[in-house]
């Protein structure tokens, strides 16, 4: 009888990074794109639908910004709480968790009848959105090849953005036959369905299993998925050479972890920039078509411009992460470098409101924000070590809604007045975005210091683990 090969040790880390972009990767990120999606539109459907729900509820203006603002700080304290139960508990249950909720909220939403209902319930709507994303970057972050893991996290978020940009159209489509409510009832109703079908697809991610020291026999189906000609290799221990051992368990442990050597300098940097390119899409998000509305642009022509700015801003962030994914971080100011000028344009009075111009300086410069925001997002998550990677990605979630949480109420104090007012609004739009180019570039000198630092010795699996 011939003998049994010699069951050997499987360096997860070389494995799945040395691989190249398979269908199971193409599947993973295709399910990720349709969380985000649904995501995303939930998200923007206060932005699009604002016009009907201030006329609907007799809001004044200043009550707009604390409605834009509940879903955020929702956001806020949802993705600091969704991440740290992701890199506990795992990503795939916090997924599945956070869009079943969001899926409610949104359709129990469309039955408000004053302004402080529909703010509760865009907080606890926001608690959803905030811990959904941290997990979905870090599962698609945890199973690609090492050249494609920031460009991964980018074309997920396109389904954000995509998702974003259905929201305006799906408004303009609902909205005149059922009112603001309708939209709601129809996108809630469309997330239950995914979250059903997520019971079935969404995977767990491998590199957290191994991490956490889960048996060898659940994680070897997984990377066999990756990798089918891995069934036929016997594995009796999982390692991750490129990871430090981390048995950071409590909340406060695992957020001291993303101070430890170089990252000392990179955590700052990393919520410093996302909190300055959160501030500027932020304000876009929420009163993007409001603004224009002020300016005396006809509010389906603000709407569509701001679908077709944010949808080609999503793929466009696709374009620059492919080619800027082995250069460098520095590159990804590009975007938001160019979006300066544009804000600063429509904010000087330079181009006349409605002329041809003025359209393409409004939508150019949607794009370069959104360009921009996507890149930064991309490289939120990718420093850190898998037992900490959504803690990490959590907190500079929860940086970026703490910007959101504010941009909409001093938006609506400072920027609606008037069209003066709004013209202000774009120079500042400006700042931030010069915030965020200052940001990369200082990442990117600091990222060169996590890149040379040895990585720490692989976590030895515990004893009957393996």
């Known amino acids: 009888m011939a003998s049994q090969p010699q069951a050997g040790t499987l360096d997860v880390s070389e494995f799945l990074g040395g691989l190249r972009v398979g269908s199971y990767h193409k599947w993973l990120i295709f399910i990720s794109c349709l969380v985000t999606f649904f995501d995303g539109m939930d998200f923007s459907l206060v932005s699009v639908t604002l016009p009907e729900i201030q006329d609907s509820l007799h809001l004044q203006n200043a009550m707009l910004g604390y409605v834009s603002s509940a879903a955020f700080l929702g956001q806020m304290i949802g993705s600091l709480a969704g991440s740290y139960l992701a890199d506990v508990f795992g990503r ?5 968790v956070c869009t079943a909720f969001g899926a409610l909220l949104t359709f129990v939403t469309g039955f408000s009848q004053n302004a402080e209902t529909l703010i509760v319930l865009r907080f606890f709507g926001g608690l959803a959105i905030g811990g959904l994303l941290a997990p979905a970057w870090a599962i698609n972050i945890e199973g690609m090849p090492s050249a494609f893991r920031a460009t991964s996290v980018t074309i997920i978020m396109l389904g954000f953005s995509v998702g974003g940009a259905a929201a305006a159209q799906i408004t303009n489509f609902i909205a005149p036959a059922h009112g603001w409510q309708g939209v709601f009832f129809f996108a809630g109703a469309m997330t239950g369905l ?7 697809t969404m995977p767990e991610s491998a590199r957290w299993m191994v991490a956490k020291g889960k048996p060898v026999d659940k994680v070897m189906p997984i990377l066999q ?7 036929r290799q016997a594995v009796a221990r999982l390692v991750l050479s490129d990871e430090r051992n981390s048995k950071a368990e409590a909340p406060w442990s695992k957020t001291f972890e993303l101070f430890k050597g170089p990252l000392a300098w990179i955590t700052p940097i990393i919520w410093a920039t996302y909190f300055c390119s959160s501030f500027a899409i932020y304000i876009k998000a929420s009163f993007g078509v409001k603004f224009l509305q002020v300016l005396e642009v006809p509010v389906d022509i ?5 679908s077709i700015g944010g949808l080609i801003g999503a793929v466009g962030a696709v374009l620059l992460l492919m080619f800027t994914e082995k250069r460098g971080p520095i590159w990804i100011a590009l975007a938001p470098l160019i979006g300066v000028p544009f804000a600063l344009l429509v904010g000087m009075g330079t181009v006349p409101v409605g002329g041809h111009m003025f359209f393409a300086v409004i939508l150019l410069g949607m794009i370069a924000i959104g360009v921009g925001h996507a890149s930064v997002i991309s490289i939120t998550s990718i420093y850190y070590p898998s037992a900490v990677r959504a803690t990490g990605g959590g907190w500079a979630s ?3 809604k703490f910007a959101a949480v504010i941009a909409p109420i001093i938006a609506s104090q400072m920027f609606l007045a008037d069209k003066r007012a709004v013209l202000d609004g774009y120079n500042f739009v400006g700042l931030c975005l010069a915030g965020v180019v200052t940001g990369i570039a200082a990442l990117s000198v600091f990222a ?5 630092a040895p990585a720490e010795p692989a976590a030895e699996p515990e004893p009957g683990l393996a």
């Open 448 to 452: 060169r210091r996590l890149n040379a």
């Open 302 to 306: 603000a709407r569509d411009l701001a």
């Open 225 to 231: 998925r990756f990798d089918p000609s891995l069934a």
């Open 194 to 200: 995914l979250a059903v079908v997520l019971q079935f």
């Open 398 to 400: 929860f940086m970026a």
């Open 92 to 96: 795939r249950p916090v997924i599945l």
